[in-house]
């Protein structure tokens, strides 16, 4: 019974260390930084958007081309 018993303790003991090291193999990257973008207000509706998406002239900000026409 008590090789049994050491036979079990064994196995949990390098079951154990297995689960271990294989979790230090995988470790999980770290999340890659997001680039930032400036946000930006429409002149004539208050949206708030980023400023690739937006539409400017005169030194006025629009989200859309409707917007930017209506204050032409």
């Not at 930032?36 to 708030?48: A, F, K, P, Q, S």
Request: charged share 20%; with cysteine; glycine share 6%.
């Amino acid at each position: 019974m008590g090789k049994l018993i050491l036979l079990v303790l064994i196995f949990a003991l390098a079951w154990w260390l297995l689960k271990k090291y294989s979790g230090s193999i995988t470790r999980k990257q770290p999340p890659q930084t997001r680039v930032t973008e400036d946000m930006v207000r429409c002149e004539h509706c208050g949206v708030h958007l980023p400023r690739s998406e937006s539409h400017a002239s005169g030194g006025k900000i629009f989200c859309s081309e409707d917007h930017l026409n209506q204050h032409r």
